[in-house]
């Protein structure tokens, strides 16, 4: 059975840091590239980090480059984020993705999510 569990959510003040962590089991982690999303309210999902399966090459969102890391350690099967100067349009949930093209075919697992508020 294929789950992705994230953790490290929470409450942090402006300027602050967290560090979300996404536990994989089920499929074959080292294949997959790895992403982070995240959702307000009313607003459509939006990706803010990927790490590829291949060379863990790593692409960010412009609204947090420099910010924000994105790391997997393929011996646990797990992805972090890395979220340092927090600013409060970062509040969100953040879901965890993983996500393999093979052939014609896409497999896409995503977790159940985890809030985090930049807030005073």
């Known amino acids: 059975q294929v789950q992705l569990v994230e953790s490290g959510g929470g409450l942090v003040q402006p300027g602050g840091s967290l560090r979300l962590s996404c536990a994989a089991s089920?499929?074959?982690?080292?294949?997959?590239?790895m992403s982070w999303y995240r959702q307000v309210p009313g607003k459509e999902r939006e990706l803010v980090a990927t790490?590829?399966?291949?060379?863990?090459?790593?692409n960010y969102a412009d609204s947090v480059k420099d910010r924000f890391t994105i790391s997997r350690d393929n011996a646990k099967n797990t992805v972090s984020l890395q979220m340092n100067s927090l600013k409060p349009e970062d509040t969100a949930v953040y879901y965890c993705?993983?996500?393999?093209?093979?052939?014609?075919?896409?497999?896409?697992?995503w977790g159940q999510g985890t809030q985090v508020t930049v807030s005073s």
């Open positions: 790490i590829t399966s291949a060379d863990g090459t790593t």
């Open positions: 993705n993983a996500r393999r093209k093979l052939l014609v075919r896409t497999y896409d697992h």
């Open positions: 089920g499929f074959t982690f080292s294949a997959y590239a």
